[in-house]
């Protein structure tokens, strides 16, 4: 046996032999979609399998967030079917660089589907101030999710509890309401303004805002633990400029050349894209070695 684990005869150990490599993802959306939380008022269309609802689709007013809603009556098997063919639908949408509010009305009239349903011809959207009105016409009576409760400032739980335990274990917040909080859209028809954000020589994502409305965000380009630390710390940020009465695009470039810290840093090198999908195709991009 030789000091690096190995027999003479070269043979190693499969404890010691070096994992076999992933296969490559066969995911035709390895970025996901729409996020499935949304803060003020949504958009619905009623979704139909053999004349009764199942669910309805939704789409933010104000955020990239579209999904859809189960009705959660027997046979539960017709809802959940459902649930998924949409998932992957809006997947599709949101790859082809539809905004939410586009992809609501996709597919209204198409040929009905024997998983996902069909939204008929004549449906028209409504608007309810939250999702969570939305879930009680569709359940009434049903408890709120996690992701209806309000949101919480990065470093807190829904409920304001820290997230640092030395602070202790009772709430230290009072969470707002998302109707009364002043806040950015997160969704523009318009050019943006963009910065790349840099952590550690990797670009992490993009900072951007509207040129034509009071909209700005951060543009992941990944999804791991790590990303979505700096994407919540840029969108706290961002909050933390919309409460003060910054306007969305002094907002990002007063944020813009800072020193580097733990959300990495904005360039100070303004760039601009001819929309948010462009921006999106930016980000799915490999980063140029």
Same mark, same amino acid.
């Given at each position: 046996?030789?000091?690096?684990?190995?027999?003479?005869?070269?043979?190693?150990?499969?404890?010691?032999?070096?994992?076999?490599?992933?296969?490559?993802? @066969?995911?035709?959306?390895?970025?996901?979609?729409?996020?499935?939380?949304?803060? %003020?008022?949504? *958009? +619905? /269309?009623? !979704?139909?399998?053999?004349?009764?609802?199942?669910?309805?689709?939704?789409?933010?007013?104000?955020?990239?967030?579209?999904?859809?809603?189960?009705?959660?009556?027997?046979?539960?098997?017709?809802?959940?079917?459902?649930?998924?063919?949409?998932?992957?639908?809006?997947?599709?949408?949101?790859?082809?660089g539809l905004t939410p509010l586009q992809a609501l009305s996709r597919w209204v009239g198409a040929p009905a589907d024997p998983q996902a349903g069909a939204i008929p011809a004549d449906a028209v959207p409504r608007e309810v101030p939250s999702k969570r009105d939305l879930r009680e016409i569709a359940n009434p009576g049903s408890p709120p999710d996690l992701s209806e409760l309000p949101p919480a400032p990065f470093g807190y739980?829904?409920?304001?509890?820290?997230?640092?335990? @030395?602070?202790?274990?009772?709430?230290?917040?009072?969470?707002?309401?998302?109707? %009364?909080?002043? *806040? +950015? /859209?997160? !969704?523009?028809?318009?050019?943006?303004?963009?910065?790349?954000?840099?952590?550690?020589?990797?670009?992490?994502?993009?900072?951007?805002a509207s040129t034509s409305d009071n909209a700005a965000s951060y543009e992941r380009r990944g999804f791991d633990v790590e990303d979505n630390d700096v994407w919540g710390r840029w969108v706290a940020r961002l909050g933390e400029a919309a409460a003060a009465g910054v306007p969305a695009l002094e907002a990002v470039r007063r944020l813009g050349g800072q020193?580097?810290?733990?959300?990495?840093?904005?360039?100070?090198?303004?760039?601009?894209?001819?929309?948010?999908?462009?921006?999106k195709e930016i980000a799915r991009a490999p980063e140029a070695s």
């Open positions: 046996m030789n000091g690096d684990g190995r027999s003479l005869d070269g043979y190693i150990p499969p404890w010691d032999a070096p994992p076999p490599p992933l296969p490559p993802s @066969s995911d035709p959306y390895p970025h996901g979609g729409y996020n499935a939380t949304a803060e %003020g008022p949504i *958009r +619905y /269309l009623p !979704v139909l399998v053999d004349g009764d609802t199942v669910g309805y689709l939704w789409a933010s007013v104000a955020d990239d967030a579209a999904s859809f809603l189960r009705v959660m009556a027997h046979p539960l098997g017709r809802s959940l079917d459902a649930a998924v063919a949409w998932s992957e639908r809006l997947r599709q949408a949101e790859a082809e739980l829904p409920d304001g509890t820290p997230l640092d335990r @030395s602070q202790g274990w009772e709430p230290k917040i009072a969470t707002s309401s998302p109707r %009364g909080r002043p *806040r +950015y /859209l997160a !969704v523009t028809e318009g050019p943006v303004r963009y910065l790349p954000v840099v952590k550690d020589g990797r670009t992490m994502g993009y900072l951007w020193p580097t810290d733990e959300a990495g840093a904005a360039g100070a090198e303004e760039r601009e894209a001819p929309s948010l999908a462009a921006l």
